[in-house]
């Protein structure tokens, strides 16, 4: 056993940035997501989870257990705009071509992001891939004010609240992170070809389940010891 090292060269570990953003939303069956689609201009994306509060249980004078309860992800996304497909999970619907109405009902999504993972020696050392799903968003609050001396460009956001989906041998979740540094690039390749779409036309963006996610890298890993 070698002795710890701290604060080593190249260690110094940091995440920041946000990028690359995926809505894939619910169709109207709500059985299903939709093919994904880019958005652009966020700004930046909030991870709230709550929940896994102790309730503590006392007998025989003393603490006997700890139980925790269940934890729900939820989180805010800020932007400057958004795809016309997040308008019906913002609870608007268009009654003709440019002519919409708000307070209708809100469509679940599913919502992909990366953000960007460095270190002291390289800011470019690699990225974690996010994916949000069964989210629904909560009206937000949008600010317009006049044109002066210091223009600001307008920026919105939503509180999302996800329902899990289900997961082989573990928990139902509503978050699943993929770290580019720890997984083999031909497994990297293969599910960001699924979720951000190829040139070949019949390769559109697709959402990817965890079930999935794990079955792709699985094979990529059967297929390389062979």
Not at 21 to 46: C, D, K, P
Not at 138 to 156: H, I, L, Q, Y
Request: charged share 25%; proline share 4%.
């Amino acid at each position: 056993m070698s002795k710890l090292v701290f604060d080593a060269i190249g260690r110094h570990f940091y995440e920041t940035g946000v990028d690359h953003g995926v809505l894939f939303r619910m169709n109207e069956a709500g059985n299903g997501y939709e093919t994904g689609v880019a958005w652009n201009g966020l700004s930046a994306v909030s991870e709230s989870p709550e929940g896994a509060e102790e309730s503590a249980i006392f007998a025989d004078n003393i603490k006997y257990l700890s139980l925790r309860s269940a934890e729900n992800f939820k989180g805010t996304i800020e932007a400057y705009t958004y795809p016309d497909e997040f308008e019906a999970c913002d609870g608007s619907a268009e009654l003709s071509r440019g002519i919409k109405v708000a307070q209708q009902a809100r469509r679940a999504f599913a919502f992909c992001y990366r953000t960007k993972v460095g270190t002291d020696l390289n800011p470019e050392y690699g990225y974690k891939l996010h994916i949000i799903y069964g989210a629904t968003a909560a009206p937000s609050e949008r600010s317009r004010a006049t044109v002066n001396d210091s223009p600001e460009a307008m920026t919105m956001s939503w509180e999302i609240s996800t329902t899990p989906v289900a997961v082989t041998g573990y928990k139902p979740t509503a978050h699943v992170e993929i770290d580019s540094t720890k997984i083999s690039a031909t497994a990297l390749g293969l599910i960001e070809d699924k979720l951000y779409g190829t040139d070949s036309p019949t390769a559109d963006s697709t959402l990817l389940t965890p079930d999935e996610i794990v079955a792709l890298v699985a094979g990529q890993n059967d297929s390389s010891d062979e």
